[in-house]
């Protein structure tokens, strides 16, 4: 097969980093790729070396918003006093920590969520930070909460999934928020998140746990 001039150029190693980046650039500038092989040839990189680290820009996408949740941890983790947090502080800086690394990257969030005419339609493509954020929000728990062993396992995925909820609420305000350095978001973030460690009193589990237990029973007699 013929080989262009530019083909020809010694073509450059990439991380999966440096792929991303590039990537974002390009949305960033209007200038969308049609396709990896355009996307490789335009920025001097092998095709091969792409596949290595993405199967297709979907993937691609995916890994993008992964990344945004994997900084904010590590943001958090930093902190040494972290883990002798309270829930509900836990919570606070997760969220405060998210939308800090949101805001780096807010003009590829507002097309990825907004203005690509999908809008928030495109939730396909956090799929992977929903599930990722999750498991970090079910680790959140305090495995020495006093609980029957029944409602302990009820325990986290109510949470978390109570948790990402109000992550789409807080995350769909953002996008609309035109507050001064979203001090808005901030004020949204602490009134809402006392609604979520709510969900942690044993009382209101224990009571979502008999009117489970009562439902199961009516519906298999």
């Known amino acids: 097969m013929a080989v262009t001039k530019k083909n020809a150029a010694k073509k450059q190693q990439v ?17 969308e ?16 070396d792409f596949y290595t680290f993405y199967g297709s820009f979907e993937a691609l996408r995916k890994q993008i918003w992964s990344k945004f949740l994997q900084n904010a941890i590590a943001t958090i ?22 939308f800090e690394v949101f805001t780096l990257n807010r003009s590829y969030i507002l097309y990825a969520l907004k203005e ?11 799929s992977l ?35 990402w909820i109000q992550f789409l609420f807080i995350l769909k305000f953002w996008l609309e928020d035109q507050s001064k350095g979203f001090e808005k978001t901030d004020i949204l973030i602490e009134k809402s ?7 942690l009193s044993t009382k209101q589990l224990e009571d979502l746990f008999d009117l489970g237990k009562f439902i199961w029973k009516e519906r298999h007699q």
């Open 77 to 98: 983790n930093k902190d040494k006093a972290y883990g002798s947090y309270a829930d509900k502080d836990k919570l606070l800086a997760l969220y405060f920590t998210i």
């Open 33 to 48: 790729p049609k396709n990896i092989y355009m996307f490789c040839l335009n920025h001097q990189i092998e095709e091969s």
């Open 129 to 163: 930070f929903r599930k990722e954020f999750k498991e970090f929000v079910a680790d959140i728990i305090k495995t020495d909460t006093p609980t029957s062993e029944k409602i302990a396992r009820l325990t986290k995925p109510v949470f978390s999934e109570g948790a």
């Open 116 to 126: 690509n005419k999908e809008g928030l339609k495109n939730l396909l493509e956090i």
């Open 15 to 31: 991380d999966e980093n440096q792929i991303i980046t590039l990537y974002m650039n390009d949305i960033l500038r209007n200038e």
């Open 193 to 199: 998140v006392n609604t979520v460690v709510g969900l």
